[in-house]
């Protein structure tokens, strides 16, 4: 599996554009880059994935670089609700297995 | 909410004792993960179902099993219970196209809490 680095913990003002950053060196080229979240205990949530390009919706936007070795997850208006573990994964097909390995994330910490 | 269910949300017991998770997937999904979670380990696969057939193992212990059954839903059996145990069990679900995997997005229930005494 490619291995991810996230930082320990991050700061948003509410209302403003929340940036987290995701290294991922080593990934392969058919590995995908994916984010959930994870709200006090609550079930992981989908948030976004992508491959190559940048992607967007709802929820947030996907920046991937051009060599995919880092990714940037944006939630363009930050909201108290949007206080959780920002968790980045690269997914990778082990023996027909497609399990999610979650790293140590990102706590976001969004402040009034 | 995910479409995932899980039973029950919270579960007290003691040691030694044998306990049973259920998860209902969403509509239409075929494969099953079952991850543990820990303030120590953080969240780790546990097995992985697909159409009622096991797939693939993580870190499962000999004491715990899961089986799929004809109606899609899961069951994690944790038997022989110890005080490290204690952990919120998650379960998820996705739609197990053939061909699919790496793109086929895991929608996870709200967890069961249980507590080993």
């Known amino acids: 599996d490619a291995k991810t680095t996230q930082p320990t913990s991050m700061d948003c003002a509410e209302g403003r554009a929340a940036n987290l950053p995701c290294n991922h060196s080593?990934?392969?080229?058919?590995?995908?880059v994916y984010w959930y979240r994870q709200i006090h205990s609550q079930g992981p949530q989908y948030i976004i994935h992508?491959?190559?390009n940048n992607e967007t919706n709802e929820m947030a936007s996907l920046i991937i670089t051009e060599d995919r070795k880092s990714s940037t997850l944006i939630l363009p208006h930050a909201t108290l609700r949007d206080t959780a573990v920002y968790y980045c994964?690269?997914?990778?097909?082990?023996?027909?297995?497609?399990?999610?390995?979650f790293g140590k994330g990102t706590k976001l910490s969004v402040i009034p | 909410d995910s479409g995932v269910t899980q039973t029950p949300k919270h579960l007290i017991t003691a040691t030694g004792q044998r306990v049973t998770l259920r998860c209902s997937p969403r509509?239409?999904?075929?494969?099953v993960y079952w991850y543990q979670q820990s303030l120590d380990q953080g969240l780790q696969f546990l097995i992985q179902?697909?159409?009622?057939?096991?797939?693939a193992k993580g870190n499962i212990l000999e004491r715990f099993s899961a089986q799929q059954f004809p109606d899609l839903h899961s069951e994690l059996n944790l038997s022989s219970l110890e005080l490290g145990d204690s952990a919120l069990y998650f379960c998820?679900?996705?739609?197990?196209?053939?061909?699919?995997?790496?793109?086929?997005?895991?929608?996870f229930g709200p967890g069961t809490r249980l507590l080993v005494l």
């Open positions: 998820a679900s996705s739609r197990g196209s053939v061909g699919s995997g790496l793109r086929e997005t895991q929608y």
């Open positions: 080593t990934i392969s080229g058919n590995e995908y």
């Open positions: 992508g491959l190559k």
């Open positions: 994964i690269v997914r990778s097909s082990g023996a027909g297995s497609y399990q999610l390995t």
């Open positions: 509509s239409g999904d075929l494969s």
């Open positions: 179902y697909y159409n009622g057939e096991e797939r």
